[in-house]
């Protein structure tokens, strides 16, 4: 499959916790972004990196997560001192230059 | 700062039928707009998408326009099946590559 993948599926933590979800885009993709998505809701940019380069980082985006794509493959999404509000599905996609985005299937994040 | 509302929220309709999801943004100056499904609990998959040069696309049993003058997307969806039930999204982007969803349409068919 060389889809967009996503590990682990499912996450949950406690409260002050740090957590890392990874994320690998389709192999010739040079594009990727990640989003926040909560229940009802349409998937909220949260940053967009073009091939190591983080060009685009949402305001939504606190000072406790950090992502980082090393040699422009895979990518990781940090979130320090988990705080309730941040359960959510968490989702990445990738695209090339033609753009169009190609979603991977989520990380589920639940603090308690 | 960008907006994007889509119309309506949800939709019920009995298998056969055609019907129209409508979405509408508030800034005309977009890179593309894409049209996404979401089945519950799972991630996007890309319908079709349409770049700010052009006017429509087509797959299947879909077709989508861009009226980018007025701010709005329609996808139209033909000959309606259970199959089609899930949330139906679109997306706009612009220069900056950030991406603006809307809520999404929840569409029921019903067999």
């Known amino acids: 499959d060389t889809g967009v993948s996503q590990d682990p599926r499912h996450k949950i933590t406690k409260r002050g916790q740090n957590v890392t979800f990874r994320c690998d885009p389709i192999s010739e993709h040079n594009r990727l972004y990640w989003y926040r998505q909560t229940l009802g809701q349409g998937p909220e940019f949260l940053t967009y990196?073009?091939?190591?380069?983080?060009?685009?980082k949402s305001r939504l985006l606190s000072d406790r997560f950090s992502a980082e794509r090393p040699k422009g493959s895979f990518s990781t999404l940090e979130i320090q001192r988990t705080e309730q509000g941040d359960s959510a599905m968490y989702l990445c996609?990738?695209?090339?230059?033609?753009?169009?985005?190609?979603f991977g299937p989520g990380t589920r994040l639940t603090v308690t | 700062k960008q907006e994007v509302t889509q119309i309506p929220a949800a939709l019920s309709v009995p298998e056969g039928e055609n019907l129209v999801l409508n979405c509408s943004f508030t800034?005309?100056?977009?890179?593309?707009l894409q049209w996404f499904r979401q089945d519950p609990g799972k991630g996007l998959t890309s319908l079709l998408l349409?770049?700010?040069?052009?006017r429509e696309q087509t797959s299947g049993r879909l077709n989508a326009s861009l009226d980018k003058s007025s701010g709005r997307s329609t996808l139209y969806i033909a000959a309606s099946q259970p199959g089609d039930s899930a949330t139906y999204l679109c997306?706009?982007?612009?220069?900056?590559?950030?991406?603006?969803f809307g809520a999404g349409t929840r569409l029921f068919v019903k067999a």
């Open positions: 800034d005309s100056a977009i890179y593309n």
């Open positions: 349409i770049q700010s040069s052009q």
């Open positions: 990196f073009q091939n190591e380069a983080q060009l685009e």
């Open positions: 996609a990738s695209s090339s230059e033609l753009y169009e985005q190609y």
């Open positions: 997306a706009v982007t612009a220069g900056g590559f950030k991406t603006i």
